[in-house]
Structure formats: C-alpha cells, structure tokens
C-alpha cells in the first residue's frame, strides 16, 4: 500500500510538474518581436486606415492577413475559411429627395433639397399635402393636439431671443424637443435654425456629420418612428408668407411666452426623402481552440477584439490605428497562439473573435452575438481587447478630466460586469501575481462603447482590457512607434493566465440574465 501510495504520489508530481513545463513553454510563445511584426504590418500605411470604403480596401486586407495567421497557428476554423460574413447595408441621401410648400388649391410655393434627415433611420418616407403646425421654440401645452400634422419647431431656447440665439447645435437640448414632439405622434418634425445665424454655421455642421453615408446591418432597419428633417430659415419664411417672417414670429413668441400651437392656413408640405443603399460583406474572423473535456469543451471562453480603424482623413494622411485597435488585435493573435501550442489542451473550447466595424457602431460584435459559433450561455467568458497598447506620456494629460486617461507601465483597466461575480477577483489575483494594478472604477456607461456591450448585454459575463486615451486617439499620430510593446506582451501574458484558469475551472456560476 506505501508504495502504491508512493508511486501515485510521484505520478502526481510528474504529471505536475509536466503541466507547469507546458504552460510555461506556452506562454513563451507571446514575444514582442511577433507583436511588432504582426503590428507593423496591420497598422500600414498599405492598409489606409482598415476602414470600408478605402481605395485600398484595407478592412479586407486585414481580415485576409488575421484568417492566414489563424490558419498558420493552427486554429480550427470556427466558419469556412475563418470568416464568419456581416451582412451591411452603407445609405446615403439621394439628391433628388426634397421638401416642397404648396398652397391648398395645390400650387408650389417652394421646393428645396437644402435638408438633413436627423431621425438616423436612413429610409425612404413620402408625405404628402400635410398640414403645417407652428409651435416655437417647442414649449406647448400638454393638451395641444399635432397628431398627423407637421410640426415646424425653432432651434435654440425662447428665453432671451433674439439676443441668446445660439448658432452652433446643442444635440441634447434638441433632441429633448424630438423627443416631447415625438410622443404627440406628429407625421414629422422639421427643426428649423436660427434666422439670426446668416451664414447657416449649425446647418453646416450638421449637414457635414448627418448626410455622409452611414451604415447597419443588414435586415435590421425599420420603418417605425417619425421622420425628423432639420432645415433652413426659408421654408418657414416661406410658409409664413415672407422673408423675415419667422424670425418676426419667434420674437413675439419668446416676448409673449406663449405656449400655443399656431396651425398654418393655406400651406402644406410634402416630402420625398429617398435613400441610396449598397449591400457589403464585411467579415469577422473566427478561430478556436477544441477543449479537452468531453462535455465542457461545448463551452468556451471568447478573446475578442476589433480590427478595423477609422480610415484616411480628407488630406490623405492615413489613420494607422496601432493602439485602436491593432494593439489588441495583434495581442489575441500572439494568446491564440500560445494555447494553439498548450498540451494539453484546456477543458473549455477557446474562441478568438477578430470583428469588424466597431468603429461604424459594433455591427461585427452584434452580429456574433446573433449567430455565435458557441451559444452565448455556453459562452463563460468573453474578454475584450481594446486599445492595451499605450503607457502614459506627458502629453496625454489632455484627457486629464476623462476618467480613462493612458495608464502608467503597472495600470491596466480591467471592467467586468455583474454576471459572474467572481471573475473581478480571479483577475484581481493573477494582476496581483503580475504586478500590474488593476483599475476597476470606470463607470457603468463604459460598459456600452465597445464591442463587449453585444456580450453584456446578453447576459455573458465579460472583462474588457484597455490602457487608456491618449494623445493619439483617433489621430493619424497613432503609429506602431508609439506602441510599448513590454506593456502589450504583458496584457497578452495575463489574458493567456486568465483563460487558462477560466477555461479549466470545473464550475462556474453565472447569474441568470434578467428578461
């Protein structure tokens, strides 16, 4: 029996020791000189930004050169050839849409394409011989009734004006009056600026933002809601008979302070808004590792970052994205292959999820979240890599009133929500064993702007990873120079430690996602 006992002991030991000699030979596969290769080449100028729509088409480039190296590792593809499609659909106003007055006898009075749609939607709406419904600076009684009407609303406040107009667009104070107007079910709402402002300054900082081409997913958009348009000073002169009238109009209702709608007599509107639309193909890639476990390698634990940027500025200089997102990008692919090399290999299935368009609104996230390669309640973990690139520089204290400024070498953002309490302190302890310091107080709102949110918000529990802003976000000064591969190899090590554990836990408790 003692040496029974004897020889099952020295089993153990050799079995351990065996385990720690391959993680350890795993780990090492995570260098900087593969980081700075894989990163150099991704944040190119050859690639223009990795956005939709560039000359070069970098977006695919890249995705091309993320599904060779998930090959060249060794992953299992999680969808024929590594790319999982997301279906987009890019809309852009047609010029030929238009806003016209006529009188009731139906005679034109004026037409203009001079518009910007602001209800975000990008579809086609058509309305005809509408009437017309004055209501100010959008001040009016509750009991005031604009249902099936158009409704034509000032920008800027009643308090004041004309000596307080305000030329430039205050979104939220705007979208304050959308909203209150919206819930009298009006047909539409048409903003109209400032009369004061003669060189139309809000119009044209609006018009530079809304009518460029935006994108969704595919089959996603919808109908529902009430067109909002924002306009010149002219159409409501128009309606109201006469250059100057409207500014004329608004001084008596911000002298008088009345908050009666004015229904206008003789003038209609009709509207054609028509939208250009292309459908595109982006791609996310998709590689895993198989667990070991019979039954638990039908869960999985998710690293996932996006790889697509913000393209090329209108003077050519290209926005290279190292550290957003090229940093995190290059991170997964460095941990990818360091469990691909592991034997043996983790109980849970191991998925790295490259996505794309997070920069046009997390569509490849969202789209996973949709069609994911392992269900999401089987899905344990999802981490997020985004921008873990940076150590803080003098010059970053521009974000100094931001509660996510660059970290220093040791600082790490770590954000996890509520769905399985334990996961903060798991990471708590391997930083710890690390040396990196871990700062768990951003705000709960950052939980929603990155391609996490599409996980959280389905109840999977997630920890998003980030060094923090710097000087260079969002601008053509962020280059691989810039990048602290140390601090990059080091978030790489961490996440191969943390998915390990994760993935080899034998249980894990999950709260249950709230409907």
Request: hydrophobic share 40%; with cysteine.
């Amino acid at each position: 029996m003692l040496l029974q006992k004897t020889a099952f002991t020295g089993l153990f030991w050799i079995l351990f020791f065996f385990n720690v000699f391959a993680q350890n030979s795993a780990v090492d596969k995570i260098d900087k000189d593969g980081l700075h290769e894989h990163l150099s080449y991704l944040a190119s100028d050859e690639l223009q930004g990795r956005c939709l729509g560039t000359q070069a088409n970098g977006l695919e480039m890249a995705a091309n050169y993320i599904a060779e190296q998930a090959e060249k590792i060794g992953l299992k593809p999680g969808f024929p050839a590594y790319s999982q499609k997301v279906p987009l659909v890019s809309s852009r106003p047609d010029p030929e849409s238009f806003v016209e007055v006529s009188k009731e006898n139906g005679k034109p009075v004026f037409r203009t394409s001079d518009f910007i749609r602001l209800d975000g939607r990008m579809e086609e709406e058509v309305l005809s011989d509408a009437a017309i419904v004055m209501v100010g600076f959008g001040d009016i009684d509750d009991e005031t009734d604009v249902s099936g009407n158009v409704v034509l609303v000032a920008q800027g406040k009643a308090k004041g004006f004309p000596e307080s107009a305000k030329f430039s667009w205050h979104n939220r104070e705007e979208r304050r009056k959308i909203r209150s107007l919206g819930e009298k079910n009006p047909a539409a709402i048409v903003l109209v600026t400032c009369p004061r402002d003669r060189h139309n300054h809000a119009f044209n900082e609006l018009k530079a933002w809304n009518n460029r081409e935006s994108y969704s997913l595919a089959n996603t958009q919808t109908n529902n809601g009430i067109p909002v348009l924002v306009a010149l000073p002219r159409l409501a002169d128009k309606i109201l008979g006469g250059k100057g009238q409207f500014e004329k109009y608004l001084v008596s209702v911000a002298a008088t302070g009345e908050k009666q709608a004015m229904v206008v007599d003789d003038r209609y509107i009709s509207m054609e808004s028509k939208v250009i639309k292309n459908e595109i193909n982006a791609r996310n890639i998709v590689g895993y590792v198989e667990g070991s476990d019979p039954v638990l390698k039908n869960e999985c634990v998710v690293f996932m970052a996006h790889y697509d940027h913000v393209g090329v500025d209108q003077s050519g200089d290209v926005y290279n994205g190292a550290d957003d997102n090229g940093s995190g990008t290059v991170a997964i692919m460095e941990v990818a292959e360091a469990f691909a090399s592991l034997d043996p290999k983790p109980k849970r299935s191991i998925v790295f999820l490259w996505v794309t368009s997070e920069e046009l609104g997390m569509f490849g996230s969202n789209y996973y979240s949709q069609h994911p390669l392992f269900p999401l309640d089987k899905t344990v973990t999802c981490f997020n890599l985004d921008m873990v690139g940076r150590v803080f520089e003098p010059h970053d204290t521009i974000w100094n009133k931001s509660p996510k400024k660059v970290k220093d070498f040791d600082g790490l953002y770590t954000l996890s929500n509520n769905a399985w309490p334990e996961l903060a302190e798991i990471n708590r302890q391997k930083c710890e064993e690390m040396g990196l310091v871990p700062d768990t107080a951003l705000p709960d709102y950052f939980l929603r702007v990155s391609d996490h949110y599409n996980f959280h918000k389905n109840g999977v529990p997630v920890l998003n990873y980030a060094t923090g802003y710097h000087a260079d976000y969002h601008q053509v000064g962020d280059d691989v120079d810039k990048i602290n591969f140390d601090k990059l190899k080091r978030v790489a090590e961490l996440c191969f430690w943390m998915g390990l554990d994760i993935a080899n836990r034998q249980e894990i408790h999950r709260k249950i996602k709230e409907e």
